[in-house]
């Protein structure tokens, strides 16, 4: 009898440490994905924020040089239309 209570308390034991090891490994990888989460959404707003950047610019400087924005325009679209075309 003895020896099945030194079996139980040993596979009590266990279980409680694997447990607790478990919930351990949970609360870490739980903590790492928050991390990574708020990173990629801090990224994510860098990045819509340099967007607003570049359109404030691109139009203030259509605006300020209607002429050669089109002429750029045209440039563009030629060398394009040559490249997908000789594709």
């Given at each position: ?7 139980v308390d040993f ?7 694997t447990m607790n ?67």
């Amino acid at each position: 009898m003895k020896n099945i209570d030194t079996v139980v308390d040993f596979a009590s034991k266990t279980i409680d440490n694997t447990m607790n090891a478990t919930n351990n490994t949970i609360d870490k990888v739980s903590k790492v994905t928050k991390e990574v989460a708020d990173t990629i959404g801090e990224k994510g707003d860098q990045i819509r924020s340099v967007e607003q950047r570049l359109v404030k610019e691109t139009t203030s400087y259509i605006r300020d040089n209607p002429l050669r924005s089109v002429g750029i325009a045209v440039g563009v679209g030629f060398l394009l239309s040559k490249w997908f075309n000789d594709r």
